[in-house]
DNA sequence: CGAATGATCGGCT
DNA sequence: GCCGATCATTCGA
């Protein structure tokens, strides 16, 4: 029996469903970073999905293809990673078959391996929930960055990956809402495409 | 509450 | 090409 950070990482067909599906499937799923020699790890708690055909807070939408989106439109299970605000990286795993733009954001995540590391990538000293309950934060804690951008997270060789299977929580313990900053996204911005693991300590502060 | 901080993109020249 | 608005956030005042 193989333990959790063990687990080989997903299926590309496991993230080629319908982008809500696959974005409350990966609540449960590992993502583990091996930057500069260190291993860390987090069990994602809170996602939200990104559909490129008709949702206007997607940055693929309408099927917008520039240098930045391109890799939505490849292959499922490769990273998004972009700069928002000139300050923070965002994470994403790209999902949907070939052609369709879809993406689910890793909002938060729970330690699982190297809170050490995690803490010492920190601008400032951090401890708790703080290590990784924002976008930003993941990306802080387990090293990611642009540079990171299309690496194969069904890979477990590629130096950022994911690790278990696709929905292993039920539904009272998933937590659906409307997607956090897209107040901009007009009919979109009410879509309930937030997961969260209900009552997790390491989902996000907002509403 | 608002500043930080820069890549991206659209609209123009 | 260049200019300016925009932005899937965070932190400290």
């Not at 699982?112 to 804690?141: F, H, S, W, Y």
């Not at 690790?163 to 409307?178: D, F, I, K, Q, Y």
Request: aromatic residues 8%; glycine residues 10%; charged residues 25%.
């Amino acid at each position: 029996m193989l333990s959790p950070d063990e687990s080989p990482p997903p299926a590309r067909c496991d993230l080629v469903g319908g982008v809500e599906a696959v974005a409350r499937g990966l609540l449960g799923v590992e993502v583990h970073s091996y930057i500069d020699g260190v291993h860390t790890a987090g069990r994602i708690v809170e996602t939200e999905a990104y559909r490129g055909a008709d949702d206007k807070a997607a940055h693929s939408y309408k099927h917008k293809r520039t240098k930045r989106t391109e890799v939505f439109f490849g292959d499922a299970g490769h990273a998004y990673v972009y700069l928002i605000y000139g300050v923070h990286e965002m994470f994403n795993v790209v999902t949907g078959p070939v052609g369709q733009p879809d993406a689910v954001l890793v909002r938060a995540v729970e330690p699982v391996i190297g809170r050490e590391p995690m803490r010492a990538r920190r601008k400032r000293p951090v401890d708790g929930p703080r290590l990784t309950n924002g976008p930003a934060l993941v990306c802080q804690a387990l090293g990611i960055t642009r540079e990171h951008y299309g690496a194969d997270l069904t890979d477990p060789r590629s130096p950022v990956h994911l690790r278990g299977r696709l929905h292993t929580l039920t539904a009272e313990n998933v937590l659906v809402s409307p997607r956090v900053g897209v107040a901009y996204a007009e009919e979109c911005a009410g879509w309930p495409w937030r997961f969260r693991v209900s009552g997790n300590l390491y989902t996000s502060p907002a509403k």
